[in-house]
C-alpha cells in the first residue's frame, strides 16, 4: 500500500519503481504506476488528468493545465475510470471525480471527455428506524440503515481499519451527527467485506433528553437519522 502525498498532476518519483520503493508518491505517482502494472498484463491503460469538483470547473474548450490537480486511470476497453489514490472500488468513481471535464494524456486524444456524473445508486442511504420516547425525555431507537455506492465504500474503509473499536466509530459516523448525546446500544454489521452488496448496519441507541418542553408543548424531531447536514451549506 502506497501512502498519498497529496492530490497532483505532478510526479513526485522519476518512475513506478522510486514509487514503490518509498511506499509514497502523489496521485500522479500512483496513476502512472497503475498504468505501468496494467500495460505490464496487456491492459490498454492511460493516464487522464482533472480538476477536483470541489476546486471549481476548467474551461472546456481549452483545459489550462495550470488547473489540472488531479490524475486519474482510463482503461480503454470500456472506457472505465478510477482513482488508484481513493478508497473507492475500481469500479465507482470517487466525489471529487464525478461530473468533470477530464483530458487524457494518451498521445491521440484532441478534446476533452466528460466524466460520469452522480446517479441515485452512487450515494443511496435508507433508514428504517422505530422510536419510543420514554421518561424524562428519553430516546430509545432502533434503525436499520443500508448504505450503497460511495456512501458504503467510505464507511466500509472506515470498520475495516477500527474493528476492535467499530461500535465507537458508527456511533461518532452515524448516530451522533444527527443526535449528539446519542450512545450506541447495540451493533449488526452485514456485507462489510462483500462490496458486491449493500452495506447494512443494524443499530441500537439511547439519547436522553431529546424531547424539549417548550411551555404547555413537548416538540420532538421524528427525523432522527435523516436530516440536511449543516457542512453542506
Known amino acids: 500500500r502506497v501512502r498519498v502525498l497529496g492530490s497532483s498532476d505532478v510526479p513526485f518519483h522519476a518512475s513506478p519503481d522510486e514509487t514503490l520503493a518509498s511506499g509514497t508518491g502523489t496521485t500522479a505517482d500512483l496513476a502512472g504506476t497503475a498504468v505501468a502494472m496494467l500495460r505490464g498484463v496487456d491492459v490498454d491503460a492511460s493516464i487522464v488528468e482533472t480538476r477536483r469538483r470541489e476546486d471549481g470547473k476548467i474551461p472546456e474548450g481549452f483545459p489550462v493545465p495550470v488547473l489540472l490537480n488531479e490524475t486519474l486511470v482510463r482503461i480503454e476497453d470500456g472506457g472505465l475510470y478510477f482513482s488508484p489514490a481513493s478508497d473507492a472500488p475500481v469500479t465507482l468513481l470517487p466525489a471529487f471525480a464525478r461530473g468533470v471535464v477530464a483530458m487524457p494524456i494518451d498521445g491521440k486524444s484532441t478534446a476533452p471527455v466528460h466524466l460520469p456524473d452522480f446517479t441515485p445508486r452512487d450515494n443511496r442511504i435508507v433508514r428504517v428506524a422505530k422510536l419510543r420516547i420514554g421518561e424524562g425525555g428519553r430516546l430509545e431507537a432502533e434503525a436499520t440503515e443500508t448504505f450503497e455506492g460511495l456512501k458504503a465504500a467510505a464507511l466500509r474503509d472506515a470498520l475495516r481499519d ?30 462489510l467485506d462483500d462490496d458486491s452488496r449493500p452495506l447494512v448496519l443494524k443499530v441500537t441507541f439511547t439519547a436522553d433528553d431529546y424531547v424539549v418542553a417548550a411551555g404547555k408543548r413537548t416538540l420532538v424531531n421524528p427525523l432522527v437519522l435523516d436530516r440536511v447536514s449543516t457542512d453542506a451549506w
Open 162 to 191: 477500527v474493528p476492535d473499536t467499530a461500535a465507537e466509530a458508527v456511533e461518532k459516523a452515524v448516530v451522533q451527527p444527527f443526535v449528539p448525546s446519542g450512545k450506541l446500544t447495540g451493533l449488526e454489521i452485514e456485507a
